[in-house]
């Protein structure tokens, strides 16, 4: 007859509570662990995101020091970007165009500074001598990559031709699938819009940089709401700096006013020829100065052609009665 015997049965009901008390225990430590891992995860995410709240509060605090540029005087030379500058942006770039107003400000800004007066700009010599039609200012198109100077002779930094077909037709096929995105071919560069279709970013930025890593004598320029292709060593800093070795520009400080990442190196070279770089709209930038819209520029622009007019209007009285005194003497 088999049987268990008394010391049997309490060593099996031991082992048999040992077992259910570790396995709660060590279910208790599992859990423990988890909740510990999740209570890490959540301060760190807390941190991070105190950490960007601050990052943004000094971003906005930086922002808000920068001040109105001040009503310039005479011996400065003058570059404009257009879109979001001198000019509304528009929903597609054929809807810009320059206020007649604007436009009268501008040739009176360029007679008292001896034509130290030019626009500087993404689009192309074509498109900124038609916005700002009839006027004819010297011109840096395509980040510099074109330049007209002061004496209408143009400086071209181009793509070999074959180079230039092939990436039309694959930029064409490659944002054909990519409905409301649109490719503006320049000739040298070519640039990506989306801004009629912002849920493609991703894509759009994927594909310059596909192109980018294809053809090593470019370099992929971000915008607002589009990407460009566009020379390698090319940017507007660059074309400020070669107009300032020529005339009426040398000789003088530069101010320059841009509202976009392309201006940034426009605004470096400024700042580094002791000039006046003036940021238009919000986000972080280099320049020392900031106007929130268009419309403060055309405001600014206005201001600075009344006081240079009324100094000239000063000086020559000054002169005529110069020159009334000897007369009597």
């Known amino acids: 007859m088999s049987g268990t015997s008394p010391n049997g049965l309490f060593f099996n009901r031991f082992y048999l509570s040992a077992s259910r008390n570790c396995g709660w225990f060590l279910c208790f430590k599992m859990a423990r662990s988890v909740t510990l891992a999740i209570l890490t995860w959540l301060m760190i995410m807390r941190d991070g995101r105190e950490r960007g709240i601050e990052t943004r509060k000094e971003e906005t605090r930086v922002a808000d020091q920068l001040a109105v540029p001040p009503v310039l005087s005479a011996n400065y030379a003058y ?168 005339p009426p520009f040398c000789g003088r400080k530069p101010v320059f006013l841009g509202d976009d990442l392309t201006d940034e190196a426009g605004f470096k070279v400024v700042n580094r020829l002791d000039g006046v770089s003036v940021k238009v709209g919000i986000g972080a930038t280099q320049a020392q100065y900031r106007l929130e819209s268009v419309a403060d520029v055309h405001q600014w622009l206005e201001n600075i052609t009344d006081h240079q007019q009324q100094e000239e209007m000063a000086l020559t009285n000054r002169r005529d009665g110069y020159e009334s005194l000897s007369r009597s003497i």
Request: charged share 25%.
């Open 79 to 246: 570059f404009f970007d257009l879109d979001g500058t001198l000019a509304e942006i528009k929903p597609r770039p054929d809807q810009v165009f320059i206020p007649t107003g604007v436009l009268t400000l501008l040739k009176r800004l360029a007679e008292m500074n001896q034509g130290a007066v030019a626009l500087v700009s993404g689009r192309s010599m074509k498109e900124l001598d038609a916005i700002a039609s009839p006027l004819h200012f010297p011109l840096a198109g395509v980040h510099g990559a074109q330049r007209r100077d002061f004496q209408d002779k143009t400086h071209e930094i181009a793509l070999p031709e074959e180079q230039v077909k092939q990436m039309e037709l694959e930029l064409i096929a490659a944002l054909d699938p990519l409905e409301g995105t649109e490719l503006e071919a320049k000739g040298m560069a070519f640039a990506l819009h989306y801004r009629q279709a912002v849920h493609h970013e991703e894509a759009i930025f994927a594909l310059a940089k596909a192109m980018e890593e294809k053809y090593p004598n470019l370099a992929l320029q971000p915008g607002k709401c589009v990407v460009e292709l566009k020379p390698r060593g090319i940017n507007k800093g660059a074309a400020v700096e070669a107009f300032m070795q020529e």
